[in-house]
Nanobody, 125 residues
Framework: HVQLVESGGGSVQAGGSLALSCAAS???????MAWFRQAPGKEREGVAA???????SYGDAVKGRFTISRDNAKNTLFLQMTSLKPEDTAMYYC?????????????????????WGQGTQVTVS
């Protein structure tokens, strides 16, 4: 199993920046890792994803503003968020799949991922 712990959330004014981290432990031979977010009353949304080859995918709402990266040696996933908007306010979740994962539904689809962190809150005012 993979354990994921997010950190770095907080409150920021519109136009500001925040950086999120996600530390993986346990079985860390992950393939794709991703960030999702969920605002109150809304469905979980794929924000960004990255493969072991560092190929990336971004949701339309964050393209050009957010950057996903990973440090495979440190088993850590990052999300650099800039030009934040109030609509970016949400709980942000780290997700991962391993080579033993189930079906592939796409890098920004939640069913692709078997492992999830507890989330970190981002509030933009």
């Amino acid at each position: 199993h993979v354990q994921l712990v997010e950190s770095g959330g907080g409150s920021v004014q519109a136009g500001g920046s925040l950086a999120l981290s996600c530390a993986a432990s346990g079985y860390t031979d992950t393939t794709y890792m991703a960030w999702f977010r969920q605002a109150p009353g809304k469905e979980r949304e794929g924000v960004a994803a990255i493969g072991t080859d560092f190929a990336t995918s971004y949701g339309d709402a964050v393209k050009g503003r957010f950057t996903i990266s990973r440090d495979n040696a440190k088993n850590t996933l990052f999300l650099q968020m800039t030009s934040l908007k109030p609509e970016d306010t949400a709980m942000y979740y780290c997700a991962a799949r391993t080579r033993y994962g189930g079906g592939w539904s796409g890098p920004l689809v939640s069913s692709t991922y078997a492992y999830w962190g507890q989330g970190t809150q981002v509030t933009v005012s």
